[in-house]
Nanobody
């Protein structure tokens, strides 16, 4: 299932960016969780936040109060609004979806191609 991510770029500290990611397959039965991970240079990939199909969201402690997830289930799109950005938010951001192709399948994890976010001080 292709996941196409949009947004990203470079911003000064304190600024804002919005990322979006759309799942684009006609064979999707349902998308359970959607969200974002990030990987900074020399570090492991880490969770940023996950939003379920009923729109409940969980966030990493490092972004709580600054980042907000939302999703449009009809458009199969997840959004990440990032405010009060810090240099330590600099990373490649990867969108994530847990997709079921049939009603009774357990589903599989899919990843977007990654989009660079750079926050300068």
């Amino acid at each position: 299932v292709p996941l196409q991510a949009y947004g990203g770029g470079e911003v000064q500290a304190g600024g804002s960016l919005t990322l979006s990611c759309a799942a684009s397959s006609e064979y999707i039965f349902a998308i359970d969780d959607m969200g974002w991970y990030r990987q900074a240079p020399g570090k492991q990939r880490e969770l940023v936040g996950i939003i379920s199909s009923d729109l409940s969201a969980d966030y990493a402690n490092s972004v709580k109060g600054r980042f907000t997830l939302s999703r449009n289930n009809y458009l199969r799109t997840v959004f990440l609004q990032m405010n009060s950005l810090k240099p330590e938010d600099t990373a490649v951001y990867y969108c994530y979806s847990h997709v079921r192709l049939t009603e009774h399948s357990h589903g599989d994890d899919y990843w977007g191609q990654g989009t660079q976010v750079t926050v300068s001080s």
